[in-house]
């Protein structure tokens, strides 16, 4: 039995830390505690007692942290961190992005960060409440933490798959996120409006540059992603969210630097090509904006004669 801290009861968090409540001794680290943890998944339901931490001061060191906050909310993990992690610690970044490691090892405390990809289509309905949309999947980078972190799972419906090309792995994440997170956020609808031809030609745009950023990068990336990658989010249920339109119709932060800051880093050509498309998909006539138009007259009252 490991010691396991769950930083973030998100979707993210709460879907995989669920997992492993009943065979290792599992905090949540959380703003809001709940007693019980509900996940409603494609192989079955959870309904676990749960132990919550609303302060640093009440946890101490553990095995294994479950980074789940978002990554541009890694900061603010920060005081939990100090906490949680030090040398023998493992601390698995499960966040959208590349940046795993050069975001996190500034607050590691001599623990190990471990870069992995994240498959897990969910949503949060509450403090203790998610349901996972299809089945989730671990990819973290191979190597001794990688295969802890598969043991971890053992006996799970977690498909854990180690990645000898963590590079092209998150690269290729990367590109999926981009072929459906901002024009989702941009319209205000869910993956359905990627069907639309012209948000569709959009989000190609951006996975090809994220593509071109990604092999400057190292990474192997297919010539033809910016067209799997948006047919694959055109082919999910039209209603299913994305985590940036969730947080777009809360009101919170976007998590805008993980998913392009590092394609405007790696190279500046991009980044000025990416600004472009920014600016296009904020002006009146961009395929973003006659879409999320098209929601508002769709969703408005008739007018009554």
């Known amino acids: 039995m490991s010691k396991v801290a769950v930083v973030g009861a998100g979707a993210i968090g709460g879907t995989f830390g669920v997992r492993l409540c009943r065979t290792h001794d599992v905090t949540f680290c959380v703003r809001t505690p709940f007693e019980r943890l509900r996940v409603e998944t494609p192989s079955g339901a959870y309904d676990e007692p749960v132990r919550c931490a609303t302060v640093p001061a009440q946890v101490g060191r553990v095995d294994w942290v479950l980074l789940a906050v978002k990554g541009h909310q890694t900061a603010g993990a920060a005081p939990w961190l100090k906490a949680l992690a030090g040398p023998g610690t493992v601390i698995a970044v499960m966040q959208n992005g590349v940046e795993h490691v050069e975001r996190t090892a500034p607050f590691a405390h001599g623990a190990e960060v471990l870069p992995m ?53 998150l690269w290729t994440k990367l590109c999926a ?82 998913f392009t800051g590092a394609v405007t880093q790696q190279q500046k050509p991009i980044s000025s090509r990416a600004g472009n498309i920014s600016s296009t998909s904020h002006s009146r006539n961009s395929p973003c904006q006659r879409a999320s138009r098209s929601q508002k007259m769709a969703s408005s009252p008739s007018p009554r004669g």
């Open 117 to 169: 990809v994240v498959n897990c289509p969910a949503d949060r309905l509450g403090p203790g409440r998610m349901v996972q949309n299809l089945h989730a999947g671990l990819q973290p980078q191979d190597g001794e933490a990688g295969r802890g972190l598969a043991g971890l799972f053992e006996g799970t419906d977690v498909k854990v798959t180690l990645q000898k090309d963590i590079v092209t792995a």
């Open 177 to 258: 996120n981009l072929a459906g997170g901002p024009v989702t956020a941009l319209t205000g609808q869910p993956r359905g409006v990627v069907r639309r031809p012209d948000v569709a030609a959009l989000a190609r745009t951006l996975v090809r540059e994220c593509a071109e950023a990604g092999r400057a990068a190292g990474a192997k990336i297919p010539d033809d992603i910016h067209e799997t990658a948006v047919a694959t989010i055109a082919g999910h249920p039209p209603h299913l969210s994305t985590s940036m339109l969730q947080d777009r119709l809360a009101g919170r932060p976007l998590e805008a630097d993980p």
